[in-house]
């Protein structure tokens, strides 16, 4: 379904099994129509994940459940002498502009690297180009995703202009290898640990046991593995398949390594670095709102963000992904009542409380703002009592 309002050009569709048949097709009618902006991809179990593109073309990818991982993971194989430096990473992040923070401070890294001569593009582009194989294999792996594309031009800098059929057809070796292994029903994000010790120490050779046990902690997926060990992960996960079949080895969930952005650049974008989880965030053009609001929420124990521009709102809520919306109802080029029926349609912001923030308390308002998605309704001029009362309301203060 494609929607064309008040200066936005959105398509969203349903795709069941998004194999390399229909991401080709796909991607053949972005790059047909020459798009450029975002391509949002999310699944039924929240996970999502950001195609950027230009007129067709992937620029770069990022999301999923171990984006940070992934970075890493590249950066060992392409640009090893980065990682040397990793005091050194956090210092210049927290020179890059906080807006190209929020979008990717990985692409923002690969660019300021290479114009300060730390790494070739050559280098940059082989780790885009990994990032980009490996979301497109993780999304092969779905059972059903949605697709939805925002026109707009949040990259502006282009390191790299990648041909979607060679990536995609890569991927899909990838994925009729890793069918082919018979483990198509596990992640390889996933991290394998060792359960039964003696049991595995009597079916090896000491070497092997050895190398085992120093390999298999729990805290290295697959894919980490795979890395470190020079192997593919197809490979890697078939050499220990005997053993996780023998219920000697498991293989088990694996939470992201923290990014460089935290904890000392946090406080860019919460402006108080506490260990405070809940996130809310306030979609309005005008910055006295979203100081008020930013003080009312930062002084109640709450970490705050807030987007000016409404064409960008999407992308930047998917990126941070808050606990709570406040929605300007009256901007320009939009309006809040676009931007959330925009936002229900993502699985992620299904449950998402999202509050419309107008200076036209009226009826017909109320109804619109119910019927588009939103959660509540609250009045301008901000009142703080009234913004703290509407978020514990919905949500349960973490401290």
Not at 192 to 216: C, G, H, K
Not at 291 to 318: H, N, P, W
Request: with cysteine.
């Amino acid at each position: 379904m494609t929607t064309v309002k008040n200066g936005i050009s959105n398509t969203r569709k349903r795709i069941p099994q998004f194999n390399a048949s229909k991401q080709l097709e796909f991607f053949e009618s972005l790059k047909n129509t020459k798009f450029s902006g975002q391509l949002a991809i999310s699944d039924s179990n929240d996970n999502s994940w950001m195609f950027y593109l230009y007129l067709g073309r992937i620029v770069y990818a990022t999301g999923g459940i171990h984006p940070t991982r992934r970075w890493r993971r590249n950066l060992v194989s392409y640009c090893p002498q980065r990682l040397a430096h990793f005091d050194e990473i956090q210092e210049e992040l927290l020179k890059v502009p906080e807006e190209a923070c929020r979008i990717s401070w990985e692409y923002k890294l690969l660019s300021l690297w290479i114009d300060q001569n730390k790494i070739t593009r050559e280098q940059a582009a082989r780790v885009i180009k990994a990032h980009v194989i490996e979301i497109l294999f993780d999304v092969t792996q779905t059972m059903e995703v949605y697709c939805e594309t925002i026109k707009n031009n949040l990259i502006s800098t282009r390191l790299i202009l990648i041909e979607p059929e060679p990536v995609i057809n890569e991927a899909h070796k990838l994925w009729q290898s890793w069918q082919s292994a018979k483990v198509a029903d596990r992640s390889p994000d996933s991290a394998p640990i060792i359960r039964q010790p003696e049991a595995l120490r009597q079916r090896t050779s000491p070497q092997v046991f050895q190398n085992l046990s120093q390999l298999l902690d729990g805290k290295q997926s697959l894919r980490d593995l795979s890395i470190r060990m020079r192997r593919d992960f197809v490979t890697v996960t078939r050499s220990l398949l005997p053993y996780i079949q023998l219920g000697l080895v498991q293989l088990i969930k694996l939470d992201d390594i923290s990014s460089p952005v935290s904890p000392i650049i946090a406080d860019r974008f919460s402006k108080n670095d506490n260990s405070n989880r809940v996130l809310i965030a306030c979609i309005d053009d005008s910055p006295a709102i979203c100081q008020t609001m930013e003080q009312i929420v930062i002084s109640a124990g709450y970490k705050f963000i807030s987007e000016m521009d409404g064409l960008r709102a999407i992308a930047v809520l998917l990126s941070r992904k808050p606990d709570l919306i406040f929605l300007d109802l009256i901007m320009p080029n939009t309006n809040g009542y676009e931007i959330c029926t925009q936002l229900r349609k993502l699985s992620f912001f299904k449950n998402t409380p999202i509050v419309i923030v107008t200076g036209n308390d009226g009826i017909v308002d109320r109804v619109r703002a119910k019927m588009a998605g939103s959660t509540d309704f609250i009045s301008k001029p901000i009142n703080s009592e009234i913004v703290i009362n509407t978020v514990n309301k919905y949500l349960k203060k973490k401290a």
